[in-house]
């Protein structure tokens, strides 16, 4: 099946600097990538979609400046937290869509990356 | 205002019982219902998903039911083994986009 990864899985930061979380899809190429957040015990919110080649539309509350989305090609997109602060720490998921997938369009999910700001 | 709701934050079965989780949405516009598994510290994988056309979907020990008048709909597992202790997500598509429910944390025991 299609696998999406997550780099880094797990990462630790002082706050006040800025991290890049990078997403991949390994063996198909995907149009679209989707970011989103979980806090603990809660459920998965959409933060923003990101089309390869354009500027990613981020959901209502999201502030783009700080977290900043790159999809650069069919096969990455990466989230960078910037000026990081303990508010953020949260476990940040990303997923990818299938360009060749039909009307059906299922999205395939990474492993996600913790992050935790100190 | 949640557009997707399961109810219950958790549910415990015995081993070779059936699991019923539930979920309730109230966008009828919505076109495509998926159920996710999620593992500790992993992404969601996917289960198994229903269109907004039919009312009952069935890959092996799973089957989801969907009841539009009632804008809910159900995952079954049949038997529930220990290793389907997850929390699983019911989520509904519109336009392109997934909205979660908070998912059920499902316990099976031995």
């Known amino acids: 099946g299609a696998v999406v990864s997550q780099h880094p899985s797990w990462v630790i930061c002082k706050s006040g600097t800025s991290v890049k979380i990078e997403c991949r899809s390994l063996d198909f190429q995907a149009t679209t990538m989707f970011w989103y957040r979980q806090f603990p015990k809660q459920s998965l919110m959409l933060m923003a979609t990101?089309?390869?080649?354009?500027?990613?539309?981020?959901e209502q509350g999201v502030e783009k400046d700080k977290f900043l989305i790159n999809h650069a090609s069919l096969t990455l997109s990466t989230l960078t937290v910037t000026s990081a602060h303990p508010e953020d720490s949260s476990f940040y998921i990303c997923?990818?869509?299938?360009?060749?997938?039909?009307?059906?369009?299922?999205?395939?999910f990474g492993p996600g990356t913790r992050l935790t700001v100190l | 205002d949640q557009q997707v709701k399961q109810n219950s934050p958790s549910l415990s079965v015995q081993e070779g019982r059936i699991s019923i989780l539930n979920c309730d949405y109230t966008?009828?516009?919505?076109?495509?219902f998926l159920w996710y598994k999620k593992y500790p510290a992993e992404g969601p994988t996917f289960l198994i998903s229903i269109s907004s056309i039919k009312d009952k979907n069935e890959d092996g020990r799973f089957t989801v039911f969907l009841n539009k008048s009632a804008k809910h709909l159900s995952l079954h597992i049949v038997p529930s083994q220990p290793g389907d202790s997850a929390v699983y997500f019911c989520a509904a598509r519109s336009q392109g986009n997934l909205i979660f429910g908070k998912g059920t944390k499902l316990s099976v025991k031995p």
């Open positions: 966008n009828s516009m919505f076109d495509y």
């Open positions: 990101s089309n390869e080649g354009s500027k990613a539309t981020y």
């Open positions: 997923s990818a869509r299938d360009k060749t997938s039909g009307t059906y369009n299922e999205q395939f």
